[in-house]
């Protein structure tokens, strides 16, 4: 099994920065990619960006050019929220994938206008 901690989440100026940080513990050995993901209310959850371990990172378009996700991928990722916009209020859900699928339970990112 493993667990997935979340945190760095808050309420934010749009255009401001936060950083969120996941950090995986338990049988971690078995991840090799790790991944960002949100749910605004009412919508459904989605992708927001993947890193794996040893490969590029791949970032859904809404949010290319203003996060990065970076980390080892194997027990720990982060992700730099920059040029934050109200439509990027949600829940934001860290991923793991290795021998099964693995969810944080989300923290709450709120950008005000």
């Known amino acids: 099994q493993v667990q997935l901690v979340e945190s760095g989440g808050g309420l934010v100026q749009a255009g401001g920065s936060l950083r969120l940080s996941c950090a995986a513990s338990?049988?971690?050995?078995?991840?090799?990619?790790m991944s960002w993901y949100r749910q605004a209310p009412g919508k459904q959850r989605e992708l927001v960006a993947v890193?794996?371990?040893?490969?590029?990172p791949n970032y859904a378009d809404s949010v290319k050019g203003r996060f990065t996700i970076f980390g080892n991928a194997k027990n720990t990722v982060y992700l730099q929220m920059d040029g934050l916009k109200p439509e990027d209020t949600a829940v934001y859900f860290c991923?793991?994938?290795?021998?099964?699928?693995?969810w944080g339970r989300g923290t709450q990112v709120t950008v005000s206008s």
């Open positions: 890193l794996t371990s040893g490969g590029s």
């Open positions: 338990g049988s971690t050995s078995s991840i090799g990619r």
């Open positions: 991923n793991a994938l290795g021998i099964g699928y693995y």
